[in-house]
Nanobody, 125 residues
Framework: VQLQASGGGLVQAGGSLRLSCTAS??????????MAWFRQTPGKEREFVAS????????DYIDSVKGRFTISRDNAKNLLSLQMNSVKPEDTAVYYC?????????????????WGQGTQVTVSS
């Protein structure tokens, strides 16, 4: 599966941003992948942000974004989204979408084998 992330930009603290990730696949269908968003800042390891199961029925978040971010997917449109509300300067990072066939919505980036190119999110204080 090929992933293309978009929607990043500059936003003020307290504002909102919506990231999108479109998928195209010549093999497995999008709905057969568990999906996730990760983020990375310079000099740090890639950090798990949120995941969603194949059907969308199960989601998981890191504590720092719970209640502020919402991950969702539209399998009919091959689309993954991350709605970011009440953003904070510490949310500044490059955000990546990722796909895996590993069950359970893993939080380890090494369990994901397909990655989008990343989209920069910058939150100003």
């Amino acid at each position: 599966v090929q992933l293309q992330a978009s929607g990043g930009g500059l936003v003020q603290a307290g504002g909102s941003l919506r990231l999108s990730c479109t998928a195209s696949s010549s093999g497995r269908a999008f709905r057969q992948y568990n999906m996730a968003w990760f983020r990375q800042t310079p000099g740090k390891e890639r950090e798990f942000v949120a995941s969603i199961s194949r059907s969308g029925g199960r989601t998981d978040y890191i504590d720092s974004v719970k209640g502020r971010f919402t991950i969702s997917r539209d399998n009919a449109k091959n689309l993954l989204s991350l709605q970011m509300n009440s953003v904070k300067p510490e949310d500044t990072a490059v955000y990546y979408c990722a796909a895996t066939t590993v069950v359970g919505g893993p939080t380890d980036s090494e369990q994901y084998f397909h990655w989008g190119q990343g989209t920069q999110v910058t939150v100003s204080s």
